[in-house]
Every structure is written in structure tokens, then in C-alpha cells.
Nanobody, 114 residues
Framework: QVQLVESGGGLVQPGGSLRLSCAAS????????MAWYRQAPGKQRELVAL???????NYADSVKGRFTISRDNAKNTLYLQMNSLKPEDTAVYYC????????WGQGTQVTVYS
């Protein structure tokens, strides 16, 4: 089983930037892909961005051009660089690992306020 620890959330004004990190430990050798999801109050959890082992990425339309997902395989760490943040980006952001036993992080709050 893999353990995930997220960091980097916080408060930011519209137009600002944040960088989320997700450190994976434990059974990391069978990870197929890693992703960021988010869940806003009263809404379903949604995929924000995904990156495969080969480095292929996929983004939600709402974040394309503003967010960048990356991973450091040597450090088993996933990142999400978020630029030009908008109030509608406010949510709890979760790290997700796709493997035979999928795992979720505990979530980190991102609040974009005017």
C-alpha cells in the first residue's frame, strides 16, 4: 500500500499562484499513473490533471493553460503548479495514485478569495 502526504494549499487572491506537492511512500513500484482531483463544497469530486508513467498528461478543460502537473520519479513526488487562480478553483485538492490498490491523499485546501 502507498501512503500519500499532500502540502502546499492555502489562501491566495485571484490571479495568484500555488504549488501543491504530494509525496508518496511505501509500495510505489506498481504505480501506473498519478493525478490531482478536487472537490468544492456541494459538488462532486472531479479530475483536475493526470500524468502517466510515460509522462503523458491530461487536464480538465477548466484548468488547461493555467495548471501544470508534473512528477519527480526519483523522489516519488507529484506536483501541481497552479497559476492564474480563480475563485472557482476553490476546493479541497486530493492526490490520487492509480495502482492495483488505488490510494488517496488526505486533501489540502485551496481558497481563492477576492
Amino acid at each position: 500500500q502507498v501512503q500519500l502526504v499532500e502540502s502546499g494549499g492555502g489562501l491566495v487572491q485571484p490571479g495568484g499562484s500555488l504549488r501543491l506537492s504530494c509525496a508518496a511512500s511505501g509500495r510505489t513500484d506498481n504505480i501506473l499513473a498519478m493525478a490531482w482531483y478536487r472537490q468544492a463544497p456541494g459538488k462532486q469530486r472531479e479530475l483536475v490533471a493526470l500524468i502517466t508513467n510515460s509522462g503523458m498528461t491530461n487536464y480538465a478543460d477548466s484548468v488547461k493553460g493555467r495548471f501544470t502537473i508534473s512528477r519527480d520519479n526519483a523522489k516519488n513526488t507529484l506536483y501541481l503548479q497552479m497559476n492564474s487562480l480563480k475563485p472557482e478553483d476553490t476546493a479541497v485538492y486530493y492526490c490520487y495514485v492509480q495502482q492495483p490498490n488505488p490510494a488517496w491523499g488526505q486533501g489540502t485546501q485551496v481558497t481563492v478569495y477576492s
